[in-house]
Nanobody
Framework: QVQLVESGGGLVQAGGSLRLSCAAS????????VGWFRQAPGKAREFVAR????????HYADSVKGRFTISSDNAKNTVYLQMNSLKPEDTAVYYC?????????????????WGPGTQVTVSS
């Protein structure tokens, strides 16, 4: 049974940083595509970043390029999202998801497994 569990969310001031973690069980992150998505109130879920470790590739939404970094610790079977220079518009529930294939740009429907999400709130 695949489980993804996010952690690391919280309240931070604009300009601050947070690191989200996605601990996986039932799948191997180094053999999967693992992505981060977010959903703000009243808005659709949107792609943030994804990592395909075996292909040595990462991909970011334009809105987070240069501020967010996705990485993985294969020994811990965990994927991270380092978020710097946070803005109020980054406020959302952040979800970790996994799949064996996705499109470009990645879409939520491409992903088979999802975590319950973690809230990130950025105050101005």
């Amino acid at each position: 049974q695949v489980q993804l569990v996010e952690s690391g969310g919280g309240l931070v001031q604009a300009g601050g940083s947070l690191r989200l973690s996605c601990a996986a069980s039932g799948l191997t992150v180094s053999r999967s595509i693992v992505g981060w998505f977010r959903q703000a109130p009243g808005k659709a879920r949107e792609f943030v970043a994804r990592i395909w470790w075996s292909a040595y590739t990462t991909h970011y939404a334009d809105s987070v390029k240069g501020r967010f970094t996705i990485s993985s610790d294969n020994a811990k079977n965990t994927v991270y999202l380092q978020m710097n220079s946070l803005k109020p518009e980054d406020t959302a529930v952040y979800y970790c998801a996994a799949t064996q294939w996705d499109s470009t740009p990645p879409k939520p429907d491409d992903y088979d497994y999802w975590g319950p999400g973690t809230q990130v709130t950025v105050s101005s």
